[in-house]
């Protein structure tokens, strides 16, 4: 499975961003709707860390306790992308953010490339 995030960014305190990512390369028996997928961000000096995950269906999200509130998890099953927006960013999000599939065991297995978002005035 390939996974190619949106480019990231500069963002100020307070401010918003969306990335995107697309999956494709699904063997047999696999597609983007019958699989969860979530985000994952690796902040500098740090261990990655969960973010965010969505259902197949994509009528049902959960987050981490710092991201809950001010992120949102989305997903466009017929475009087999799947979306994060971020509002009130603050300077500890700043990490590099992955998207990734997710096992049976909601542990995730495929990996993107990565974007960096950075939040700094």
């Known amino acids: 499975v390939q996974l190619l995030e949106s480019e990231g960014g500069l963002v100020q305190p307070g401010g918003s961003l969306r990335l995107s990512c697309v999956a494709s390369?699904?063997?047999?028996?696999?597609?983007?709707?019958?699989?969860?997928m979530g985000w994952y961000r690796q902040a500098p000096g740090k261990e990655r860390e969960f973010v965010a995950a969505?259902?197949?269906?994509?009528?049902?999200?959960y987050y981490s306790s710092s991201t809950k509130g001010r992120f949102t998890c989305t997903r466009d099953n017929d475009k087999n992308t799947l979306y994060l927006q971020m509002n009130d960013l603050k300077p500890e999000d700043t990490a590099v953010y992955y998207c990734?599939?997710?096992?049976?065991?909601?542990?995730?297995?495929?990996w993107g490339q990565g974007t960096q978002v950075t939040v700094s005035s």
């Open positions: 969505i259902n197949m269906q994509g009528n049902s999200a």
């Open positions: 990734v599939t997710l096992n049976a065991y909601q542990h995730p297995e495929d």
């Open positions: 390369g699904f063997t047999s028996g696999f597609t983007f709707d019958a699989t969860f």
